[in-house]
């Protein structure tokens, strides 16, 4: 199980890594590298910083535990580095509802990366609900964006 878990981190690593450009803008506000509609911890933009869930989900899915297995490889490089995890929901339900299903995606996230040696100490979360949309509207391909959960780096530790 594990040699097989390594094997598709490096294989998805390397599939990453042969698509993306060089180039990217810093977001000082979040530590992230942006192009494209995508976000890197990294400025070589090999590390994804998002995860997507299902619909009223925060289980995390195979391919986000791959994109979370390169995480997790990049701040075992970067130890110095303390992370913020922001859950986020489409707009449908009720604010209260949604910040609690943030925080629930946060936290699945969080405890994912712990369980894999990151330290508690380095990990925070906060949900933002349905207040951040990635993408705006009400149809099925904007609602499945927002349902994520956003790896950043803790601009303010």
């Known amino acids: ?10 294989i998805f690593s390397f599939i990453l890594f042969s698509c993306t450009q060089k180039g990217g803008m810093e977001d000082v506000s979040t530590g992230l ?29 195979d391919m986000a535990q791959n994109t979370l297995d390169i995480q997790v ?9 303390y992370i913020l995890i922001e859950g986020h929901c489409d707009e449908r339900g009720t604010r209260e509802y949604n910040l609690a299903l943030g925080e629930r995606r946060a936290n699945a996230v969080r405890e994912y990366l712990s369980s894999m040696g ?20 009400s149809y099925d391909d904007a609602w499945q964006k927002n349902r994520r959960s956003v790896t950043t780096i803790d601009v303010d530790r």
């Open 73 to 81: 490889a990049w701040m075992d490089e970067n130890p110095g580095k």
């Open 118 to 137: 990151i330290s508690d100490g380095r990990l925070n979360v906060v949900s933002y609900g349905k207040e951040r949309p990635d993408a705006e509207g």
């Open 1 to 10: 199980m594990y040699i097989l878990r390594t094997l598709s981190v490096i």
């Open 33 to 61: 590298y942006e192009q494209g509609g995508m976000s890197y911890l990294d400025k070589n933009m090999t590390v994804p910083a998002k995860i997507y869930f299902n619909y009223n989900q925060y289980l995390i899915t």
